[in-house]
């Protein structure tokens, strides 16, 4: 295989995974998948399926989208990772990353640490 398997890393395993409460969200003029996905703390292709939909689909002012059931997963910290590019890897904002997980110093983060996204 052309693959290392020390460059595989699972970031999700169905015992990881929660359900957290959420709501619905009335689309508005000017929202995008990528819009609202973020407004939610989501990926915008999560978002598109869990409505039945792809990030192709129109939009529509007034559309409701399900925003409920949003999976809640964790990441455990390795050596070398910073929280910078945990979140790139995850298509997180840092702050949300911090914010969300009682972080106060984006700059001290310790191997073994859970960070939920």
Do not use: F
């Not at 070398?80 to 997180?92: H, P, V």
């Amino acid at each position: 295989s052309w693959i290392s398997r020390n460059d595989v890393e699972i970031l999700q395993t169905s015992a990881q995974a929660k359900q957290t409460s959420g709501s619905t969200y009335t689309v508005q003029s000017g929202d995008s998948w990528w819009s609202i996905a973020n407004r939610y703390g989501m990926n915008m292709y999560t978002l598109a399926a869990r409505n039945g939909k792809t990030i192709y689909s129109m939009l529509h002012p007034g559309d409701k989208l399900t925003v409920i059931g949003q999976t809640s997963r964790t990441y455990a910290v390795r050596r070398g990772d910073t929280l910078s590019n945990i979140a790139n890897r995850l298509g997180q904002s840092v702050y949300k990353l911090a914010q969300n997980n009682n972080i106060t110093n984006i700059n001290l983060i310790y191997v073994g640490q859970k960070i939920s996204y």
